[in-house]
């Protein structure tokens, strides 16, 4: 009785680690897929700048970059988990640190800050780059 417990112990294993592989490439293709797309997207509005006016298309041109950037970061995440089996506080840190400097470049286009809203960002930028300091030194190794 025991060993038919462990057989099937060791196959529920193999169909985690499948079924997180299948997960993890298929989440890899949708992140590629995005970032050609977002490439392009940022293409198509350099016309907008060069041939429209300044003001409107080169915020959403910064807001675009931001978005490629953090799409990036989540990829190296995700190659990195199909590799390692784990995931690095660095990427997710500097993953969410891109997605707070999105939002403040695309509320300072947007001209719609508020106090309280400058300061949980302000506090969410140093705690997250605290943690990314202490991550950066005591990394294990």
Do not use: C, W
């Not at 590799?83 to 509320?107: F, K, P, Q």
Request: hydrophobic letters at 55%.
């Amino acid at each position: 009785m025991r060993a038919h417990y462990k057989i099937f112990m060791i196959s529920q294993n193999k169909i985690f680690k499948m079924t997180i592989d299948l997960v993890t490439i298929i989440i890899l293709y949708i992140l590629l897929l995005a970032l050609l797309v977002g490439v392009i997207n940022i293409l198509l509005d350099i016309k907008s700048i060069l041939f429209g006016t300044l003001g409107g298309g080169f915020g959403q041109i910064v807001s675009s970059v931001l978005t490629i950037f953090i799409l990036i970061d989540l990829f190296k995440t995700f190659v990195d988990y199909r590799e390692h089996e784990e995931i690095r506080i660095t990427y997710v840190t500097d993953a969410t640190i891109l997605i707070v400097m999105r939002e403040i470049a695309a509320g300072v286009y947007a001209q719609r800050f508020d106090y309280q809203f400058i300061l949980g960002l302000s506090i969410l930028l140093f705690t997250l780059g605290i943690i990314r300091a202490l991550d950066v030194k005591y990394t294990p190794n």
